[in-house]
Structure formats: C-alpha cells, structure tokens
C-alpha cells in the first residue's frame, strides 16, 4: 500500500493542504514550527483515523485531541489516497471530529468499503496491511518520543516486541492480558478456601446455606408432621377425656335425676299419706311404762320362795360326832407292805422248804459198801473165768449161756437207772430182768463145768479160789456173792446214797433260805421302826401283823373322819336353802309392792279394772302384772304406730331436703332436663354402661379433661405457633436454585478464564517463536549495515524477547544496554522487522517516521538513512526530519535513494 | 337425567418453586396460583356447575407453606354448596400427616382416601368414582382390576399417566398410577378426568386439563379448567376455559451487529415495551465476543412484569474475528486457536471475549 497524497483539510495549524507523496522514500524537511509533527499526525489520521466507541476517550485519544483537533473551528477532517499493491486507488475521508463520515471508498468506481477496514467503530485503512491504527502507530510509525522511551528505559524495547508481538498494539501485551486473567480470576473467583471471601468461597457458601435452609425448611416440614401427629392424639386423649367427663357428668346427672324423682314421687306419696302436719312425737309415756315394765319383769322375775326340807340342827350334831382324821398310817406303807410281801414269800419258801421229803431221810441207810464197792465185787465177781470141756463147746456153752448174761447185765442196767432216777419201777424191773439173766446163765455154767477138762479143772481151782476170796468180801458186805445180788446190792445202795445226797443238798438250801428270812426281818423291823410302829411283839412279822391292823384301825377312824365335809356341805346348802328363802319371801314382797306401787303411779292411765284390783291389798300379783303387761303392750303398740308415723315424717322430710314436695318435684323435673341435656350427644350405649361415679370422681374426671384439654390446647397453640414459623421450602428451594446458578457461574468463569489462559499462553508461546527468528533474521540483515560491522549478529529470545547483538569479539551485549545510538538504532531495525513480520501476507505497510535519527551521530544517520533507502525500494517510507543533516542527505540523493523531498519552509501561522 | 356439568381441573402445583424466576419472583408466581385456583373456583359458580372435580397435584407436599391448608378450605368453600372431589396425586399424596389430614375441610369437598376407585352417588345414577395416592411413588395403576358395580353413568376422577401420552411429557415425567386409555371404558367408565400430564389432552374417554397456571415456559396448549357436560349417555362435551390471568412471553432479540451494549439493551427495549406478566427474553446472534452483554448491562424496565428471565444462549462470535485471526500476533494466534479448537459456541465465545477483553486492558473479563 502506498499512502499517494494527503490533505489536511482541518487538521491542528494545517488547513486545506495537500502532501504527495512518493512510491519509496519521502522525506518532509521542516524546522521548528513548520507544522512537521503536525503532519507527522494528519497522515497517521488520515490513513488509520479516529476511534469510534462510546464513553470518554482514552487518556491517548485525549491527548491526541488535544494537540491535533483545530482550536478554531469545528471541522477536523483529513483525507488521503492510497493505492494498493494491486493498483486498487482508494479515497479515504476521516471526519476526526464526528467520526461519522469517515469512508473509505474505491476510486474511481465510488465504492465505500469502510466495511471492509473499520477498527473500533471507525475505518482504518491501517487494517489493509494487516494492521490497526493501534497497531500502525506501534510498529510503522515511529515518533521521536518513541526512540526517547528506548533510550530511558532498558526494558522498554523488549516490552515493545512484547507488545507488538500480541498485537501491535503499543497497549496491549500477552503479559499485562495474562495478569489481567489472573487478577480478575483472583478477585472473580478466588481460591476454594475456608477464609476466602471471594465469589467461588462465596457462591460455594451460598449452596451450602440455601442447602441447609432447604434441609431446614424441609425437616420443618417433617417436625410440623410429627408435632401434628402429637397434636392429634393430645386432641384425641383431650376428646377422649372430655367423653368420658362428660358420660360421667350425665350419668351422675341421669342417677340425680332418678334419685330426685323418685324423691319426688315418694314424697309426694307419703305427704298424701301423712297429711299437712306433723305427728305426734312417740314414746310419750315411755317412762311410766318402762316403771310398770320394771315393776312387772320384777314381779315376773322375782323368785318362788322354797320351804327348806333338811334338819339343820341334826346336821350340826352330827358333824359334831365325827372323829378327828387319824395321825396312823390308814394303809400299810408301800415300801413296807413289800418288805413284808418279801419276808412273807421267803419265810413261806423256807415252809415249804421244810416240807419237802428230803428232811426225812435217815443216815443209817449209808453205813454198808458203798455202791462202788459193790460193783468192784461184782465186776470180780463177773470177771472170774468159768468151767468149759472144749473150747468149741465152751464157746457152744459161752454161746447158750450169753443170753443169760446179757439179759442179767441189761437187768442190773435198769435197776441202776431205778436207782438213780428214783424210779421204783425201773429199779425192780431191772433188777428182776439181772437177776433172771444171771441165773439162766448160771445155770448154763454149770452144765459145762461139769464137764470140763484138766486144764479147765486147774482154771475151776484158781476160779474157785477167787470166788473164795470174793465170797469173803462179800460176806463182810453181808451180801451173797452172786452177780443178781449183787447187783440188787449195787441198785439198793445207789439208791440210799442218792437220798443221801439229796438230804445234804436239802439242809444246805434251808440255810440259805432261812438267811433270807432273817434278812427280810431285820429289814422289816427296820421300816415299822423307821414308820414309827413300835415293836411290841417277838418277831418283825408279829409287828407286822399287828402294823396292819393299826393301818386297819385308822382307815375305819379316816372313812368317819372323812365324812365332815359332806356334812358341812350338806349344812351350808341347808343353810343356804334357808337363807334364799327368806330372801325370796323378802324379794316376793318387794315385787309386790311394786307392782301396787306401779299401778298406782299409773293411775288413771290403766283401766278401771285394773286400777280397782290394784287397790285391793290382797290383790294377785300374777292378775295385776298380767293386766299391766296388757296395758303396756297396748302403750307399746301405740308407740310403735306413732314412732311409725314419725319415721315416715323424717323420711319425707329426708326426702323434702328441706323443700316443700312440690319443690322437691320442681327440682326433679329440673334435674331430668339437665340430665337430658347432658347426655345430648352421648352414645347412649355408653352412657347406659357407665358407672354413676361419686362426685369426687366426677370431678377429676373433670379436672383430667380439663387437663387433657389445656394440654391439647397449649400443644395446639405451639402446633400453629410453630406452623406460622416454618420456613418457605419453595423460597429456599429458588435461593437454593439462585445460589447454585451463581456458582455454576462462577464455575463456568472459572472454567472460561483458565481456559482463557491457556489458549493466551500457547498463542504467546507458539508467536514468540515464530517472531523471534524473523526478527533475529532480519536483525542479523541490516545490523552490519547500520552499524558499519561493529555488530555482525543479533539474537532474539523467544521467550523473552530480549535483544542480544554481538560483533567481533564474539560476546553477546544485551541491546537496550548499548549506547544510546546503537539502541535507536537497533529499535528502529526491530521496528522495520516488526512490520516486515506483522504485515506479511498483507499489502505493504509505509514507514511513517518522524525524527527517528536526532540522537544519532552523522555516521549512524547516514548509515540509517542508507538502510530506510533500501527499504524503501520495498515499501512505502515517509520521513519527517528537521536535521540539515538529513535534508542534505535527502537533497543531495532526490532521483536516487529518495523518491521525493518535501521542504516545509514556511512556518505554518498558529 | 339432565347433562351433568363438571368443571375439571389438575396440576395445580400450589407452592411450587419457580427455579427459573429467581428469588423472590418466585412469591409472586405462586400467588398467581392461588389466584388462578380462586378462579376456578368462581367459574365452578359462575357455570353453575354440579362439581368440581381436582385430579391430584394441587398442591406440594413437601413445599405446603403455613397457610396451604387454610386457602384451600377458604377457596373450596367458596364453591359451596357444589361439591368439590379431591383425589390426590404423587405430589399431594394423602397421608395421616398430609395437609389433606390436618386441615379441616367445608362440608362441600370430598376427599378420596385410597389408591382404590371408591364411589360417590353425584346424582341419582350418576357416580364419581375417585381414588388417591397414598404414597409419592409407587402407586400402581388405579384402573388395574377394577370395574364398576353398579348401573349409570360413571366418570372416573384420579391422578395416573396414560401411557401413550407420557412420552410428550419428556424424560422427567414419571409414570406414577399409568394406565391405558382403553382400560376405561372396559373399567366400565364412560370417562376419567385425570391429572399428571400437564400437556392438554382431550381424548376420547379422559381429560387432562394441563396445568391451568403456566409452570413455566415452553408450555404448550390450552391449559385450562375443562368444563365438561356429561348426557345420559355418558358421551362429553367439553369446553375449555382459561383461568390463568398470567400472560407468558417467550422472545427472543437478535443483536446480531451490535457492537455496544446500548445497542443491545435499546433492542430488548423496543421488543419488550409494554409487555406484562411473565417474561423470558432471550438474547443471541453473532457478536463481538468482546461486547459486554451481561444481562444487567440490557435488561428492561420491569414495570408491568410480574417475573422477568433474561438469559443470553446461541450467541456467536462475530465474523470479524476472520480478520483477527490473520494477525501475526498473539491475538491473531489465540483467535485462530480459539476457533479451530474443538469448543462449543458458547466456551468459544466466551474465552475469545476473554481473551481479546484481556489483550484489550480491560478489567472486566467476564462474558455471559
């Protein structure tokens, strides 16, 4: 694009005057007030124009104003044409005071295509190389203050790369906008933090308290439920207790009512029965008859005198007769009655004793052989051999004689046994049978003797001698010596000396006996003596006798001694009879006169009769208490009738209570009615089953229901209290959906700024390097150039942007730390580099440079002047100068280097 | 038998919270229920009709403010002495603790008590059968198994979701008590006036009247109490009138080119002058990310406007951007990644607003 000419038309001192400019390089030559920088201005204006927005200026459009806008008039309008790179000539009007007709339109066709090229409300025609008149006077147009800020300030040239590389606006940079996103995210949002009070802390706390109010507002509800459903049973039990009150009431006022009418209907029964007045009082004479009542029971009960039939004298005469009771034993003592039975038994013992046969046997039966005696002889006797011819006979004879033997021996057996067993008969039979025996045998003997042999006449000799010798023995026995005398001998001498014996044994047991009969009389002496029974007789047992018969003596003398007591009972009785019937004759009298006495208190009470008869002196008691019984029965039954009457006036008045019948009546009817009205309502059946309570009941009945009822009503009231309270649910429901939309907002913020930063910070990171070569490229082009090879190399940071150069020694010198001339001029290559870099793709963008070259040294100026000649083989550069140096320059190069030289002379009038 | 004359209305949603209105717009919606409700009640009176039947949801349960209980004894009544049938829905299920228990009715409303179908003699030979919920969910088909016993015409007054119906409603619309349309008649009903679904629907053999209060925007149909007059035949005419004094007022402004926001908030102007009663204004176009259309920088005066929306939805970045975008710059290379970068318009718009705001110096970043 290049910028062909511009008119002034009202823009600061300039009016109506038109700069051409050149293809390549202009240079506007101009001194002090020569309207240089004001041109400087229109020509910025009149290509990129005036913001257009609504609200105050910024303080830079502001100021521009201030500098630029016509002091003296209204308008402030500049215009140009450009004409693109394609050829396409465009007339751009800028009405900088209204900035409403401001156009661009095509030539020669007359098409407005402002559309095409607006920036902030207004066109632009900086938009067509890719710009915007931020932009444009960032990058392609410099001003001297511009190289000014460089050269104070170290970084302001990477803060103006940094600028330009976010949008060639010298207000905006990645860095400030990145801040700005932090900053306002900290402030919109802030951190998810208990003590921060930024909106997210904020808005999360909101949720949290509309979702507790919800809750709240919500369990409200839940605790209005359940304080209703308490509610509604207090209600019930209050109904509950308010029925069974009220049944209660009714039937207590059901059972008055009854109890008054019948009240009622037996009052007015007994009033029709007993009349208007009162009867009279009963028991008028109740004194009298109870006088004549006494007088009669005491006739009645007085007693029957009895004649008394017993000789009282002839009772005492003989209680006088009677014996003293006797000081002696009237029985034998017991302890000595058997002492005596003792000495009674053994002394009879000892009788019988004597008694016995043993006493008779005689001591001469034992002056013989004892029985031993005989028996050795016998046994001798036996044993002597007998008489026999052959053995075989002998044996024969010894055969038929051996019965003989055994009978005699058996008999000798026997006859011992008799003996010793006392048994006369055995003796006899036994001796009888021995002696039987013997001489069978005998005689059998000696029919063999006679027959025997020598030798057997030798035995006969010793045999004979023997026998001789026995037979003297048995004559000194004085008996035969013959074995059945013998033994005959044998059984009678046994016999004596058993009697013997038995004697021996009798005497010996008579004197223990008689020891015993002593003792039992010493004993008995002892007790009559201890008993006080003297001993008057020989022996104990006479004393005895006689003991008894004292004994015998004093119980005669006790059995009449013994009868003084019946006596005198006998007599007191007599006496006694004696005495009641005195008495009883005395009572009878009394009674008597008692009942004459009672009569006549009677008096004219009693019936003719009866008074007649008890005036009479010889009047029968039994008549006249008969009669007064009569009278006083009939006074009783009077009494009865009138006591009667008297308990059916208390009854009636009972039952009046103090009110005439036809009160008690009103007050019936009255007491049905309000029954009636009290059962009004009432299940019937309830009312028929309840109890009648006492009133006491009655009234606590009353006083529950009361109760239940006061209770129920309190719970209600806090029930509509607490139901007036409840929180709104839908209000807390809509604070809960307004606080969660602000924290979805707040969220979504959030989201949008990080997501924000994210995209800046990429684009930043991704420009940067693809800005940082260009500019190091075309650095590393022209710094050799410009600096006469002082500085071969240049590099940009690109993260930083920083600027290094270095030349010949090869070390790196960051450039805003260079002199001020190499700065200016490294800013101004940057700054050719820029547009190159920002406008690419676009048409090309004029350099509009002012002054850029007042702090250089000639060298440098030439050097740069050399370099804006090259550029602007490629592009448009307009350069405002004041320098000679530079107006030299450009004179001295018009037709070469420079396109065109714009001299300025007159000094523009103010 | 003369025609039977029923005015019909359901979902009135009493108490209901108005999300959308914001704080405290929200008090003044549920008044225009009330109101609403009151004016049923009055045309029940002005139309002389033989009852007002309540097919459920006529209020919320868990919402019931202090004096629910109260404006609703005091509103039926007001119909009295023409019976009012209550059969309560899923929101206002009726419970020993519900406010249908705890408030002490006038002696013209009749309120059903169990899932189960339970007749009222209307007239002679004509019987309301009614059912409720008893629980917020789970209350299975009224109609399942049942069948009138008794000779005459019987309508049918419940709270369910006809099944084919239901899809209409959206996702969020649960199926609570459905049936099918055709279980009606065999039920031996000659119609059902129902609640649940708030989209009119005037089938053959039932009614859902809609909510007679707009609920919220969007809603569509004649939402209104149906007054419905039964022959004896069973056979309905029905004929539907508004009750609702609110006037809802959708609109959309363009601002598509403007590039400041007196701009925009003079367009919303123009279009929402002399507007009353509830009003969503939606603002959308393509813009300059960086224009600053927060809705307190536009919204308009609010007199005559009980409940006023403003939200800001489809606006896209203006196409200017373009040129941005071939700027070497950071701005140039975060506007290009801005837009080739897989967002949705709005992220995309608003980071782009962001971004350029922050470039820009500005120090309000936020974009709505």
């Not at chain 1, 800020?149 to 949008?167: C, H, N, R, V, W």
């Not at chain 1, 709240?216 to 509604?232: I, P, S, V």
């Not at chain 2, 939402?223 to 035949?233: K, T």
Request: with cysteine; aromatic share 4%.
């Amino acid at each position: 694009m290049r910028i062909n000419e511009v008119t002034a038309h009202a823009f600061g001192p300039l009016t109506g005057q038109t700069l051409e400019l050149h293809d390549g390089l202009t240079v506007i030559v101009g001194g002090n007030e020569s309207a240089k920088s004001s041109w400087h201005a229109a020509i910025y204006s009149a290509v990129c124009g005036r913001k257009r927005g609504k609200g105050a200026p910024g303080a830079a459009d502001a100021r521009f104003a201030e500098l630029h806008r016509p002091w003296d008039r209204e308008e402030w309008k500049v215009t140009a044409r450009l004409r693109l790179d394609d050829g396409t000539v465009l007339d751009v009007v800028q009405d900088l005071a209204g900035k409403v007709n401001c156009r661009i339109v095509e030539m020669p066709l007359g098409v407005d295509r402002s559309n095409e090229w607006t920036y902030d409300g207004s066109v632009d025609g900086s938009r067509i190389v890719g710009l915007n008149r931020k932009a444009f006077a960032a990058t392609a147009c410099v001003a001297q203050n511009d190289l000014l800020k460089i050269l104070d300030d170290a970084g302001a040239l990477q803060e103006m790369l940094s600028k330009a590389a976010t949008s060639a606006d010298a207000d905006e940079s990645t860095a400030r906008a990145l801040a700005l996103i932090d900053k306002f995210k900290s402030e919109q949002i802030g951190l998810d933090r208990s003590n921060s009070s930024r909106p997210l802390r904020a808005a999360l706390d909101a949720v949290v308290a509309t979702m507790d109010a919800v809750r709240d507002a919500r369990d409200a509800r839940t605790e209005l439920e359940t304080r209703f459903e308490a509610a509604t049973k207090l209600s019930d039990a209050a109904s509950g207790a308010r029925t069974r009150h009220a049944v209660a009431h009714a039937a207590a006022l059901a059972a008055t009512a009854a109890d008054l009418t019948d009240r009622a209907t037996q009052a007015s029964a007994l009033s029709a029965e007993l009349g208007p007045d009162r009867p009279t009082s009963a028991g008028a004479h109740s004194g009298l008859v109870q006088t004549v009542a006494q007088a009669v029971f005491a006739w009645r009960s007085a007693p029957v005198p009895v004649t008394p039939t017993v000789d009282v004298d002839a009772l005492r005469d003989e209680l006088d007769a009677l014996p003293a009771l006797p000081s002696h034993d009237t029985a034998p003592a017991p302890a000595i009655k058997g002492v005596a039975d003792t000495y009674r038994n053994r002394r009879s013992a000892l009788d019988a004793h004597d008694n016995r046969p043993e006493r008779s046997i005689s001591a001469a039966h034992v002056n013989g052989p004892s029985s031993q005696e005989l028996k050795d002889l016998a046994g001798a006797l036996s044993r002597l051999p007998a008489a026999a011819p052959t053995a075989t006979r002998t044996v024969t004879v010894a055969a038929d004689r051996t019965p003989g033997l055994i009978a005699a021996g058996l008999g000798a057996l026997l006859a011992v046994a008799g003996l010793l067993l006392s048994q006369p008969a055995l003796l006899a039979f036994g001796a009888v049978i021995a002696v039987a025996g013997g001489s069978w045998a005998a005689t059998r003997r000696s029919n063999s003797a006679t027959s025997a042999d020598p030798i057997a006449a030798k035995e006969a000799g010793d045999r004979e001698t023997a026998r001789s010798a026995l037979a003297e023995i048995a004559q000194s026995y004085g008996v035969a010596l013959d074995i059945p005398t013998l033994l005959a001998a044998i059984t009678a001498t046994e016999t004596a000396e058993q009697k013997l014996a038995a004697r021996a044994e009798w005497v010996e047991q008579r004197t223990a006996l008689e020891a015993e009969v002593d003792a039992a009389a010493d004993e008995l002496a002892r007790d009559l003596a201890d008993r006080g029974h003297r001993s008057t007789r020989e022996t104990a047992w006479d004393d005895w006798v006689e003991y008894e018969k004292a004994c015998a003596v004093a119980a005669d003398q006790q059995a009449s001694a013994v009868r003084r007591a019946e006596l005198q009972a006998r007599l007191s009785s007599a006496e006694g009879t004696v005495d009641r019937y005195n008495e009883a004759v005395e009572v009878v009298a009394a009674a008597r006169e008692r009942l004459a006495a009672a009569a006549r208190q009677a008096g004219a009470m009693l019936p003719d009769d009866v008074r007649t008869l008890a005036a009479q002196d010889t009047f029968d008691p039994d008549v006249l208490a008969g009669a007064l019984d009569a009278w006083t029965e009939q006074v009783a039954a009077d009494d009865e009738a009138a006591a009667k009457t008297a308990e059916q006036w208390t009854v009636l008045a009972g039952l009046r209570g103090g009110d005439s019948v036809e009160a008690l009546n009103a007050r019936a009817a009255g007491a049905r009615k309000a029954a009636e009205a009290a059962a009004v309502g009432l299940n019937p059946a309830e009312l028929a089953a309840s109890p009648v309570w006492d009133p006491a009941t009655v009234d606590e009945l009353a006083a529950d229901a009361a109760d239940a009822e006061g209770t129920a009503r309190e719970n209600a009231g806090k029930l509509a209290e607490f139901t007036l309270s409840l929180p709104d649910v839908a209000d807390a429901e809509e604070a809960l959906a307004d606080a969660n939309a602000e924290l979805a907002r707040v969220r979504a913020l959030e989201a949008v700024l990080d997501r924000t930063r994210e995209f800046m910070t990429a684009a930043q990171e991704r420009v940067h390097k693809e800005i940082a070569p260009a500019l190091q490229s075309r650095l590393q082009t022209w710094l050799p150039v410009v600096t006469s090879g002082r500085y071969t190399e240049a590099s940009v940071n690109p993260q930083s942007l920083t600027v290094q150069v270095r030349g010949a020694s090869g070390t790196w010198r960051q450039a805003a730390l260079l002199s001020h001339g190499t700065a200016e001029q490294i800013y101004l290559l940057l700054r050719l580099a820029l547009v190159e870099h920002l406008t690419a793709g676009h048409d090309s963008c004029p350099l509009l440079l002012d002054d850029v070259t007042v702090h250089a040294d000639t060298t440098r100026t030439m050097e740069v002047l050399t370099l804006l000649g090259q550029v602007a083989q490629d592009r448009q550069v307009i350069l405002l100068t004041q320098e000679d140096l530079v107006a030299d320059w450009a004179r001295a190069n018009q037709g070469g280097a420079v396109g065109k030289v714009i001299e300025l002379d007159q000094p523009v009038p103010v | 038998m003369s025609k039977v004359r029923i005015l019909h209305t359901a979902d009135v949603h009493l108490d209901t919270p108005f999300t959308w209105a914001g704080h405290g717009a929200g008090r003044a919606r549920r008044q225009a229920i009330r109101d609403t409700l009151r004016a049923v009640m009055d045309l029940a009176v002005d139309q002389h009709v033989d009852a007002v039947t309540i097919a459920g949801d006529l209020y919320e349960h868990e919402r019931t403010s202090p004096d629910t209980g109260a404006f609703l004894a005091d509103a039926l009544a007001a119909a009295a002495p023409i019976p009012v049938f209550l059969a309560p829905g899923n929101h206002d299920w009726y419970g020993p603790s519900s406010l249908y228990a705890r408030t002490t009715w006038p002696s013209n409303v009749h309120l059903f008590t169990t899932p189960r179908l339970t007749p009222v003699t209307l007239t002679d030979g004509f019987t309301v059968w009614g059912a409720a919920h008893t629980s917020p969910a789970n209350t299975p088909g009224i109609l399942d198994g049942f069948t009138v016993d008794r000779d005459g015409i019987h309508i049918g007054v419940f709270h369910g979701a006809e099944r084919s119906a239901l899809p209409r409603e959206g996702a969020e619309k649960l199926p609570h008590a459905p049936f099918h349309a055709s279980q009606i008649r065999t039920s031996g009903l000659h119609h059902a006036l129902v609640g649940h679904l708030h989209t009119p629907d005037d089938a053959t053999h039932h009614t859902y009247p809609g909510n007679p209060e707009p609920l919220t925007f969007g809603e569509t149909g004649h939402r209104a109490a149906v007054l419905l007059e039964i022959d004896d035949h069973g056979v309905v005419r029905r004929t539907r009138h508004t009750v609702s004094h609110t006037v809802i007022h959708d609109i959309t402004v363009d601002i598509t080119g403007m590039t400041h926001t007196d701009a925009v908030r003079d367009a919303v102007a123009n279009r929402t002058a002399g507007l009353a009663g509830v009003v969503r204004i939606t603002v959308t176009g393509e813009v300059d990310p960086r224009l600053d259309v927060t809705p307190d920088r536009w919204k308009p005066d609010r007199a005559g406007i009980d409940a006023l929306v403003l939200r800001v939805a489809d606006l896209r970045p203006a196409l200017d951007l373009d040129v941005i975008a071939t700027e070497m710059t950071v701005r140039g290379q975060f506007v290009r990644d801005v837009l080739s970068a897989s967002l949705d318009s709005d992220l995309q718009r608003r980071v782009l607003g962001t971004g350029l705001r922050a470039l820009a110096g500005d120090t309000d970043l936020e974009v709505r």
